[in-house]
Nanobody, 125 residues
């Protein structure tokens, strides 16, 4: 089992940057692909980015490619999401989630087994 806690959300102007952190606990952190997903009001939850457990390969949604960067530090059991050139459309609650390494790539939303509580990101125009 993995417990996840997000931090780093907040209010930022368009064009600004934020770095989200996802701190994990549990002995099997290395066995999970870790993803960032977001949900805006009135919209479905969507995948933003994911980083694999083994080879560290990454995936990004088209809407964030070139602006967001995901990384993980297995020793610290922490995954980061660096968000640059933020846009008002990026406003959402951002969740960190863990999917088994055997899940599809990138994992579908339903394949994420463990979730954090979410952190609010608000981008003003």
């Amino acid at each position: 089992e993995v417990q996840l806690v997000e931090s780093g959300g907040g209010l930022v102007q368009a064009g600004g940057s934020l770095r989200l952190s996802c701190a994990a606990s549990g002995e099997t952190f290395d066995a999970y692909n870790i993803g960032w997903l977001r949900q805006a009001p009135g919209k479905e939850r969507e995948g933003v980015s994911c980083i694999a457990s083994g080879d560290g390969r990454t995936w990004y949604a088209d809407s964030v490619k070139g602006r967001f960067t995901i990384s993980r530090d297995n020793a610290k059991k922490t995954v980061y999401l660096q968000m640059n050139s933020l846009k008002p459309d990026d406003t959402a609650v951002y969740y960190c989630a863990a999917a088994p390494a055997t899940s599809r790539w990138p994992p579908q939303v339903a394949e994420y087994a463990y979730w954090g509580q979410g952190t609010q990101v608000t981008v003003s125009s």
